[in-house]
């Protein structure tokens, strides 16, 4: 099969090989490799961290971070998701926008969070990636550089 998937499918379809009846989240994805099931185990596919929040609809993926920096790439054509199609396609950025919205809206609060300064890296590598610039801060240690070689 071709449809959209994730690595949580991966766990609920090796519980139902052990007939397990656990609710994972993910999809079963037997039927689909057997031909039992035709078409997508998922319509959207959703991700959230920290300030990031990503879906990913058929052929494209709408990221946005913080509200502020958002971007569509077509992954058919653009895989390396380096053009930003976004105000080429305003319908479908609100529609994008609109279901991860919804999504967001039944989440529940994170039971666990980073500490601050890998929060502020992980903000920078999607700002850097989302604008198409090499990621220059990989960890913590690596603001304390950066602010040393502005002070100079």
Not at 22 to 31: E, I, K, R, T
Not at 65 to 79: A, C, G, I, N
């Amino acid at each position: 099969f071709s449809g959209l998937s994730s690595s949580l499918d991966i766990y609920q379809t090796v519980a139902s090989l052990w007939d397990s009846k656990s609710q994972l989240d993910g999809v079963d994805l037997l039927p689909y490799l057997f031909d039992d099931k035709q078409g997508d185990p998922h319509q959207n596919l959703f991700w959230r961290k920290d300030d990031m929040a990503t879906i990913r609809s058929g052929k494209y993926k709408y990221i946005t971070l913080q509200d502020s920096l958002t971007v569509m790439y077509d992954l058919k054509d653009d895989l390396s998701e380096s053009n930003n199609i976004k105000d080429d396609h305003i319908d479908l950025t609100r529609n994008m926008q609109s279901a991860l919205s919804d999504w967001e809206s039944e989440l529940i609060n994170p039971i666990w969070l980073e500490p601050e300064p890998w929060n502020i890296v992980t903000r920078r590598i999607y700002s850097d990636l989302m604008q198409n610039r090499p990621a220059l801060i990989r960890e913590p240690g690596d603001l304390d550089h950066l602010s040393k070689a502005r002070m100079h």
